[in-house]
């Protein structure tokens, strides 16, 4: 399967507790973006990174939320001290800058928490 | 920032008519809107875009037209099918702030 990753696509923890998601994207994709679905509404966008650069974030990640690419390939999301607020799925996409906007999304993190 | 909104927020057809859903955007700086289709557990699937140099844009039975001067823009599926059942998701972004913004999404009943 060449399409994006994710993993784990399910992930239950308790309040307080710290969890990290992986993606991976299309191999030839430069940019990579992470939104945040909760049931019944669109993708939120949450952060957004060009190779290993994070160019933007949303307003609506908080300080308990980090983002890495490293190498400008993978990327890991972090939630520390994790709310039941949290809970939601977890969607990476991919673009590439040569080939217009065109974003493929992952099967995405379901994060529940207790 | 941008807002989008979406409507009807479900929609039912028999099978064989057509459907329509509509996006509006707030930015005027906003040139590129894609469709997703998400069908029940699964992500969200690019069915369809169309870019703010172009008025309409047709791939087999589904088309999406722009209307820059209203700022809004449409899907329309043709000959429906079972198989379009889902939520549908309007987005819209421009070059230079990647970001998509999505509309709340219409939720598409095809009744055989």
């Known amino acids: 399967d060449t399409g994006v990753s994710q993993d784990p696509r399910h992930k239950i923890t308790k309040r307080g507790q710290n969890v990290t998601f992986r993606c991976d994207p299309i191999?030839?994709?430069?940019?990579l973006y992470w939104y945040r679905q909760t049931l019944g509404q669109g993708p939120e966008f949450l952060t957004y990174?060009?190779?290993?650069?994070?160019?933007?974030k949303s307003r609506l990640l908080s300080d308990r939320f980090s983002a890495e690419r490293p190498k400008g390939s993978f990327s890991t999301l972090e939630i520390q001290r994790t709310e039941q607020g949290d809970s939601a799925m977890y969607l990476c996409?991919?673009?590439?800058?040569?080939?217009?906007?065109?974003?493929?999304f992952g099967p995405g993190t379901r994060l529940t928490v207790l | 920032g941008e807002n989008v909104e979406q409507h009807p927020s479900t929609l039912s057809v028999q099978e064989g008519d057509s459907a329509v859903i509509k996006c509006t955007y707030s930015?005027?700086?906003?040139?590129?809107f894609p469709w997703y289709k998400q069908e029940l557990g699964k992500r969200p699937q690019l069915i369809i875009d169309?870019?703010?140099?172009?008025g309409e844009k047709k791939d087999q039975r589904i088309a999406v037209t722009l209307n820059k001067t209203a700022k809004h823009f449409s899907l329309h599926i043709t000959e429906t099918q079972p198989e379009d059942s889902a939520v549908y998701f309007c987005?819209?972004?421009?070059?230079?702030?990647?970001?998509?913004?999505f509309g709340t999404g219409t939720r598409l009943t095809i009744i055989p």
């Open positions: 990174f060009q190779n290993e650069a994070q160019l933007e």
């Open positions: 996409a991919s673009s590439s800058s040569a080939g217009g906007n065109e974003q493929f």
């Open positions: 930015d005027s700086a906003s040139n590129y």
């Open positions: 987005a819209a972004s421009y070059f230079g702030n990647e970001k998509l913004t």
């Open positions: 169309i870019r703010s140099n172009v």
């Open positions: 191999s030839e994709h430069n940019r």
